[in-house]
Every structure is written in structure tokens, then in C-alpha cells.
């Protein structure tokens, strides 16, 4: 006698669909639904969160400059810098980006600074 299980066509075109109709749900979810890995939206996370602290920041890092000794000596010459990479190393130097109970400036705070600062 045979024991072998038979398994009728139905049943595996049923498995055969379902696992199709799995790969599509996927591939749409992540083409078109927004969906995303944990990692990228960690990473979407942390863009944004570093975005908001710059915009934040900038604002007082503008502040500090303007009420800073020499300030109008000190426009003139970042006005003068023709980079604006290198604007944002003139203020990070000058400290005007470096927060309280930090040792270092935040390059996207002097970066954002030196651009607010350019348009005074």
C-alpha cells in the first residue's frame, strides 16, 4: 500500500498564489506604500532630528556673534570669505557655534550661522 500523501492541484496553486500575491504586497509596499527597513528610518530619524537642532541653534549662534566684541569688524570679514564652507570654519572658529557644555562647534549650526550671517 501506498502511503504517500497526494496533494491535489488546487492546494498547490492556492500556496503558489499565496506566496505570489506575498512578493507583490511587498514589492509594492516598498515601491509605492513609503514603507522602509528600521535602519532607514533610523537613519531618516537622525536627519531629521539634526536637522531641527540646526534650525534651532543657528538663530542663537547669529546672536552670539552680533553682541560679540568686534562684531561688525568680524561681518566684514566673513563677508569677505568667498567659500561658504569656509564661512562656516571662520564662525565654528570663532566660537560663535559652540554650545554650552560642549568642547567643539556644531559645523551644521556654523555652517547655517555663517549663511544667516552673509545675508545681514
Same mark, same amino acid.
Given at each position: 500500500?501506498?502511503?504517500?500523501?497526494?496533494? $491535489?492541484?488546487?492546494?498547490?496553486?492556492?500556496?503558489?498564489?499565496?506566496? @505570489?500575491?506575498?512578493?507583490?504586497?511587498?514589492?509594492?509596499?516598498?515601491?509605492?506604500? @513609503?514603507?522602509?527597513? $528600521? $535602519?532607514?528610518?533610523?537613519?531618516?530619524?537622525?536627519?531629521? +532630528? /539634526? !536637522? +531641527?537642532?540646526?534650525?534651532?541653534?543657528?538663530?542663537?549662534?547669529?546672536?552670539?556673534?552680533?553682541?560679540?566684541? #568686534? +562684531?561688525?569688524?568680524?561681518? @566684514?570679514?566673513? !563677508?569677505?570669505?568667498?567659500?561658504?564652507?569656509?564661512?562656516?570654519?571662520?564662525?565654528? !572658529?570663532?566660537?560663535?557655534?559652540?554650545?554650552?557644555?560642549?568642547? /567643539?562647534? #556644531? $559645523?551644521?549650526?556654523?555652517?547655517?550661522?555663517?549663511?544667516?550671517?552673509? !545675508?545681514?
Amino acid at each position: 500500500m501506498d502511503y504517500a500523501v497526494k496533494r $491535489s492541484p488546487q492546494i498547490g496553486s492556492l500556496i503558489m498564489g499565496a506566496i @505570489g500575491g506575498a512578493a507583490a504586497l511587498a514589492f509594492v509596499g516598498f515601491v509605492f506604500g @513609503g514603507w522602509v527597513t $528600521s $535602519s532607514t528610518a533610523a537613519e531618516l530619524a537622525r536627519q531629521r +532630528a /539634526e !536637522k +531641527a537642532v540646526v534650525a534651532a541653534l543657528a538663530p542663537i549662534c547669529v546672536e552670539k556673534f552680533r553682541h560679540a566684541a #568686534n +562684531a561688525d569688524v568680524n561681518l @566684514g570679514r566673513l !563677508k569677505d570669505i568667498r567659500f561658504s564652507w569656509e564661512q562656516g570654519t571662520f564662525v565654528g !572658529k570663532g566660537g560663535w557655534a559652540t554650545q554650552p557644555g560642549s568642547d /567643539e562647534p #556644531n $559645523s551644521g549650526v556654523a555652517q547655517a550661522c555663517a549663511e544667516m550671517l552673509s !545675508k545681514l
